[in-house]
């Protein structure tokens, strides 16, 4: 017989398998546990709030209107309709209907009875309520916990009769580590003094060495370039490129300088308007400038000016509150309580930005939408230095012949006003020349010899450029010196409040029908904003972060653990709302979200707490237990294993080869793309679509700096976000599919080459080579049984190539880098091809 316990959990329906076996238990039911979700995902559709989809009046979100409508009869299960209709054999009256492809099992019925029997109780949304910090709970094993998540989880753990996994060991620590931390492998040297290191406190002294470094920003930018769709380029056919690398570049040094949660939100929704804001926190507001923008001949201005505003929204909402907010653009929520006037309300304070909705051309490749800023790099300073030198110096040399060139036309102008070269002379001219000179007064003479001046330096002087050489150099330079800077000076999108609009709730989410007027407001069902706070973005964004706001620092510490667990303590880590799934550890949830809160919203204290924690320790390797009952880790007995994604797999084999570009920050690089990649979007002559490749230490710069083409992403970044929408949850992918790049792209048939060449100048055998591969792509010695499986890789390749020795030239010469090995080509090809093996390793493209 099934226990209650199961019937329990099966009506969350989102949980884990394990679930399926937890222990008897005669605890009242949890409304937001065990009731709420039934309801949301059967009845709250066509018994929510949204009255336009309503049916028979009735609303089951709501304890009032469902006792008066008789739906509820608290603690008379056979009186209530709910359950009359549930259980009808009456296919007209079955609730959900036949029609609406929902079904309730009979654990749900049995839950909803249930329910009712204690008296159908309500709660507010667990999510909508603020987060409380509990104290530690009781646990038995008193040696275990390292910090207070641990108390949380393996209070769970024992709960559930459960016991945490043993500690990982040292090598797979460090290279988790690594990982989650900065993205690059730990050289052989560095894992070798981290086992060596004996002291109580080595592991916490690596965590703060990884924390400091500079690294770091870049590994934690990645999920914020997914969540603000970033991207190099517009989007849609002519997909003009753009400067926004200046505030990817931003959040990096925001994230390394561990600037404050509450302040990184406000610069990046409010930037521009803090008090006399600084250039960063101007670039970083370029959050919400991070959106497609279309600039087809087609495209209708306004229209694409809402489709920005409803990204930006739906953008924003999903990023800092974790709702879904993008079907009150055309009707009340079905299932959240947000209506329709709460979306368009927090619509007004975006309604503001002097934008058209189309991008304008700034360069033959760049298309910006305005407001932007002008932000000159260094580079960009010196060489403008330098144009103005030349400038300033081809203007010495021009001068003499200016002046006389202007005298000579000068003296061919007669007194009757029309002289042979300068017929069109203003009329005011006209008129003092038809005067004899010794005729006309100071003042006049003065107006004359500037107007002829003007008139000679905006009519005749060019017409002279083509006979007088020298006069068109410092034009030239000009000319030059235009094409430079539109071209390469950086002017990032921003955000800006200059164009107040009055905003309207549109009738079905049209923008041609505008309905009520609305102005800024927070969504109703919230904490209200401070009555002091400005009614604008920075008032929102102050508000967000206030200690009153419930959602945004569950959201944010739930978006840290997914991190580093793969899954967030609430899986669906882009909707807290009443259809999320309840946290099984939502105690834990609460107090790393008060904890983050009331600690100064540090990101880098929050995160070396979760990776000191006992529970970030443990080993991930599974059980049979693990894989049958919790396959997905939900009560955390273990640590997370899963597929590295493609940004870090590239990253990996560069580093682990010698070759990765450490440089921190800049414009985005072209590493190896396929031939013609961008060759589709090339459908006018207005510009060339011809993928310009990077050459030298720039094909080996980090995946973060990739150039990153909305309408044709890297191709070998095969688990990315596209950018177009904003996304939080993770794509953790693991496909046969992938092997097609990490066996055949360029970038890991020469990292393995470059690998396989740095190895064979550290020994003298065989052996000795492929350990020392082995160690710097999977950070630990290859055991006895592995490398007389290398050595047999080795030796069947070698036969491979001694057999075909051009095979081996064309595998050599893949890639940019001369080689440098001086061993027999065979040999050096068949190392080459272990090497390639060993990044596919499943060890190697996954972290553990």
């Known amino acids: 017989m099934l226990s209650f316990r199961f019937g329990h959990f099966v009506a969350l329906l989102t949980l884990s398998a394990f679930c399926r076996n937890c222990a008897v238990s005669a605890a009242e039911l949890d409304f937001n546990r065990d009731i709420r979700p039934i309801l949301s995902e059967n009845c709250f559709y066509c018994h929510g709030q949204d009255g336009n989809q309503r049916k028979a009046d009735l609303r089951l979100d709501i304890r009032a209107d469902a006792l008066e409508y008789g739906a509820l009869e608290p603690g008379d299960v056979e009186s209530s309709l709910l359950i009359e209709r549930i259980e009808s054999s009456d296919a007209d009256l079955l609730m959900p209907p036949i029609d609406s492809n929902r079904k309730l099992s009979d654990e749900q019925k049995q839950a909803l009875k249930q329910w009712v029997a204690e008296g159908a109780k309500y709660q507010e949304h667990w999510a909508f309520t603020p987060p409380e910090r509990s104290a530690l709970p009781q646990v038995s094993d008193k040696q275990w916990p390292r910090n207070a998540i641990d108390y949380f989880v393996l209070h769970k753990l024992e709960t559930e009769d459960w016991a945490p996994s043993p500690e990982a060991e040292r090598h797979a620590l460090i290279k988790r580590l690594y990982i989650d931390l900065i993205g690059l492998p730990p050289s052989p040297e560095a894992v070798a003094a981290f086992i060596e290191d004996a002291s109580p406190d080595a592991y916490e002294r690596l965590v703060d060495q990884l924390l400091e470094s500079e690294h770091y920003g870049e590994r934690m930018a990645l999920p914020w370039l997914d969540a603000a769709r970033y991207a190099d380029s517009n989007g849609f056919q002519q997909d003009g490129d753009t400067w926004q690398w200046m505030w990817r570049d931003w959040v990096v040094r925001a994230l390394n300088q561990d600037l404050p949660f509450d302040q990184f939100t406000i610069w990046q929704l409010a930037g521009d308007l803090l008090p006399t804001p600084s250039i960063e926190q101007q670039v970083a507001s370029g959050f919400n400038r991070n959106h497609l923008l279309n600039g087809e001949g087609g495209a209708i201005a306004e229209e694409q000016r809402f489709n920005v505003l409803f990204d ?178 950086p002017r990032p999108m921003v955000m800006s409040d200059d164009k107040p609009r009055q905003s309207h709730l549109l009738e079905r989410g049209e923008y041609l029908n505008p309905g009520l007027p609305v102005t800024f407001d927070t969504p109703k069902f919230l904490p209200p904003l401070a009555p002091e706070a400005p009614r604008n973005r920075l008032g929102f964004a102050q508000w967000l972060v206030s200690p009153e706001q419930p959602l945004t620092a569950r959201v944010q510490v739930n978006r840290m653990w997914q991190h580093f667990f793969g899954n967030g303590l609430v899986k669906t880590s882009e909707d807290f709302g009443v259809q999320s799934e309840y946290p099984l550890h939502k105690d834990l949830l609460d107090w790393l979200a008060v904890e983050f809160r009331d600690s100064g919203w540090s990101m880098k204290r929050l995160n070396r707490l979760i990776v000191t924690s006992a529970t970030y320790r443990q080993s991930s390797k599974m059980t049979e237990r693990h894989r049958e009952h919790d396959i997905e880790n939900r009560l955390l007995a273990r640590a997370s294993r899963f597929r590295m994604p493609s940004l870090l797999l590239r990253d990996w084999a560069l580093a682990a080869a010698g070759i990765l570009n450490q440089k921190v920050a800049g414009p985005p690089v072209y590493p190896y793309q396929p031939d013609a990649v961008w060759e589709a979007l090339a459908i006018t002559k207005e510009r060339d679509f011809t993928y310009p490749a990077s050459s030298g230490a720039n094909l080996y710069r980090r995946s973060l700096y990739t150039f990153w083409r909305r309408t044709v992403i890297p191709a070998n970044m095969f688990d990315a976000s596209n950018r177009q929408a904003c996304r939080v949850r993770l794509a953790i ?116």
Not at 436 to 444: I, N, V
Not at 477 to 487: E, F, I, K
Not at 788 to 802: C, F, G, N, T, V
Request: with cysteine.
């Open 733 to 848: 992918t693991s496909t046969p599919l992938h092997a097609l790049t990490t066996l055949n792209d360029p970038t890991w048939i020469e990292a393995a080459r470059l690998l396989a060449e740095r190895v064979t100048e550290s020994g003298t055998q065989p052996s000795e080579y492929l350990g020392s591969a082995f160690r710097r792509v999977l950070c630990r010695t290859p055991s006895a049984w592995e490398l007389e499986l290398l050595q047999q890789a080795l030796s069947k390749q070698l036969a491979i190539y001694e057999a075909d020795p051009t095979a081996a030239q064309e595998l050599l010469s893949i890639g940019s880098t001369e080689c440098r090995s001086t061993a027999p080509s065979e040999e050096l090809a068949a190392f080459t091809a272990v090497c390639l093996g060993i990044f596919n390793l499943d060890e190697a493209l996954t972290r553990e």
């Open 312 to 489: 930006r929204i739906d953008t924003t909402a999903t990023t800092f509150l974790g709702l879904t907010m993008a079907c009150a653009q055309c009707h009340d929520h079905k299932y959240d309580p947000i209506t329709q006037q709460d979306y368009y309300s927090l619509l007004d304070a975006f309604n503001r930005v002097p934008e058209t909705g189309t991008p304008q051309r700034y360069s033959s490749r760049i298309r910006l939408g305005n407001p932007v800023i002008e932000v000159p790099t260094e580079e960009n300073k010196a060489k403008i230095a330098e144009f103005n030198q030349r400038i300033s110096e081809a203007e010495e040399t021009a001068k003499p012949l200016v002046d006389a060139a202007y005298l000579g036309w000068k003296s061919g102008i007669e007194a009757d006003g029309q002289p042979a070269d300068a017929a069109d002379l203003p009329p005011a001219a006209q008129e003092i020349l038809k005067k004899p000179a010794g005729e006309r007064s100071e003042a006049e003479q003065e107006e004359l010899e500037k107007l002829l001046k003007k008139h000679f330096d905006e009519k005749v002087r060019e017409s002279l450029v083509s006979s007088i050489a020298a006069f068109a150099v410092p034009d030239q330079l000009r000319s030059q010196l235009a094409s430079y800077t539109a071209d390469n000076i």
